[in-house]
């Protein structure tokens, strides 16, 4: 057998052979250019390219849904609650400040605890947890940057969980802190028979250090946990309500209940049986809070906006605050706290 390989540019890859004419004499017409070479190796790696890419959205997007679909599917609350630890949200933040949208990102962490009501701090021990009282407490985590500098904020809520022997009341306790690089604040509300003591501290003059009783109206900082215990606690129609910790702290407004009106409404989106938005309206302040979660339990929040003026004067803009949810997991964090464990905050979107 003969064979003879020609160059690439127009010339034939030839094949002879006494054995078989008529297949030789038909291979024989078999040309192939080196522009078709190139071309088809060309196609190939386009083709291998387009495959790699799918594979690897495909990969992507499966990790992204184990995390941000791995709530449980339980439908019982004792189930839900305190069998799988603390249940950590974490959004997109658009915050409107200083007449702008900043980006920053939101951490909800919601976990039981048991409470001791006399002197409203955890029970600890377990001698005291025998005077305790179970609550659902929510510690809401925003930080943002404004040019150079950046915001953290925290705030943390004490909402009783109702049960036969403790039916529902009203929160406890809400603490929240607020720090910038011009120096920071700490606000406490603590339920007192029918007042909220309210102690403030401040870096800034107009706050300053003050401590001022308000009757126990609704508190705009429970709504997160009465949504997650029960929306029909939720306050309907004309309300008194004591605007959020975080608003008062950034406008540095007085301490005081506003009038408002809220509304539950409900829609078909979403995943688990609908989507309900809780609307609340300030009118003398021009502050309009929107919160969307699932209608079914377990309630879980998807996102919120805040619309309201930023700044003042004739430079006063409204602007609205966005938090869109991205990773949802539930997971007893307070054991992991290892340098192993650094990749589970890379999993919830909190290292880029």
């Known amino acids: 057998m003969k064979f003879m390989l020609g160059g690439y540019r127009d010339k034939r890859l030839s094949f002879d052979s006494a054995q078989d004419d008529a297949t030789l004499n038909a291979r024989d017409d078999v040309t192939l250019s080196g522009v078709e070479v190139l071309s088809t190796l060309k196609s190939l790696y386009i083709k291998l390219k387009c495959i790699i890419l799918l594979t690897t959205l495909f990969v992507v997007f499966l990790n992204y849904t184990s995390v941000a679909l791995s709530l449980p599917e339980e439908k019982d609350f004792h189930s839900y609650w305190y069998n799988y630890g603390a249940e950590i949200t974490c959004f997109e933040l658009e915050q409107g400040r200083y007449g702008e949208i900043h980006s920053g990102h939101v951490v909800l962490i919601f976990v039981t605890e048991p409470f001791l009501p006399d002197i409203q701090v ?15 407490k929510l510690n809401l985590i925003k930080r943002f940057d404004t040019g150079i500098y950046d915001y953290s904020m925290m705030k943390s809520v004490f909402t009783p969980i109702p049960s036969e022997q403790h039916q529902f009341s009203k929160t406890l306790k809400v603490s929240t802190t607020r720090q910038d690089w011009c120096g920071h604040v700490y606000l406490q509300y603590n339920l007192e028979g029918d007042h909220y003591k309210v102690e403030q501290y401040s870096y800034f003059e107009k706050e300053g250090d003050k401590t001022v009783n308000i009757p ?40 005081r209940a506003e009038k408002a009106v809220a509304e539950l409404t409900n829609t078909q989106e979403g995943d688990r049986g609908g989507v309900s938005q809780y609307t609340v309206k300030y009118p003398s302040l021009g502050r309009t809070l929107s919160i969307r979660f699932n209608r079914n339990f377990p309630h879980d929040i998807l996102s919120w ?42 999993e919830l979107g909190l290292i880029k």
Request: charged letters at 30%; glycine letters at 4%; a positive charge.
């Open 122 to 136: 955890k029970a600890d021990f377990e001698a005291s947890r025998e005077k305790s009282i179970p609550v659902l």
């Open 216 to 255: 126990s109206v609704h508190l705009e900082d429970e709504i997160w946990t009465r949504i997650r215990i029960d929306p029909k606690t939720l306050p309907l129609g004309k309300i008194e309500m004591i605007p959020g910790s975080f608003f008062t702290t950034l406008r540095m407004i007085d301490l």
């Open 305 to 346: 906006s805040e619309t309201c003026p930023s700044g003042s004067g004739e430079d006063a803009k409204v602007l609205t605050t966005k938090a869109t949810r991205t990773h949802a997991v539930m997971v007893d964090y307070w054991n992991k706290n290892s340098v192993k464990d650094l990749k589970l905050r890379k």
